[in-house]
């Protein structure tokens, strides 16, 4: 069979609506939705836009919160840091003029009186030292969980 052969097949199967195999071919009923069907289905859309955007409302909300807490958490992480570098600094000040005074010193009493003198000024700078870094890191965890505690429970909020 040539070509003239499947062309002749080809207008048969177009002319008596089979597809070569002589079937009828496989086609969806067509019928027009009654009323109420048209309506569920316009409700069901209807209902599937609204979802839609409370989730993309949703979401928005905690990207947002997400910016907040990033950006509230950089400010404080550079505060946090600036303290530590503030603390160094001084320490190391501290150390190099309690070790300028002994050079100074004259007798042994008066190595001990500094010694002793540095070691309560140590102590107590190093108290206060804390007690600003824990501050500072109560700041960064109220930075970090307040903006998503917000967030969260307004999402929550209008999802009922």
Not at 31 to 57: N, T, Y
Not at 78 to 106: H, P, R
Request: aromatic letters at 6%; charged letters at 25%.
């Amino acid at each position: 069979m040539g070509t003239a052969a499947m062309s002749e097949s080809k207008e048969k199967a177009e002319v008596n609506g089979t597809n070569g195999f002589a079937m009828p071919p496989f086609r969806l009923p067509k019928f027009a939705l009654p009323g109420v069907l048209g309506e569920f289905s316009e409700q069901g859309v209807a209902r599937a836009r609204e979802g839609c955007e409370k989730i993309k409302a949703a979401s928005e909300d905690m990207a947002e919160a997400l910016r907040e807490t990033y950006s509230g958490n950089a400010r404080s992480a550079t505060d946090y840091g600036l303290k530590v570098i503030e603390i160094s600094n001084f320490n190391t000040a501290s150390a190099i003029d309690f070790f300028v005074q002994l050079l100074g010193s004259k007798s042994a009493a008066d190595i001990v009186t500094l010694s002793a003198e540095q070691a309560r000024k140590t102590f107590d700078t190093a108290s206060a030292q804390s007690k600003d870094l824990w501050d500072l890191t109560q700041k960064l965890a109220t930075a970090t969980g307040e903006p998503l505690k917000k967030h969260v429970a307004k999402v929550l909020h209008q999802g009922n």
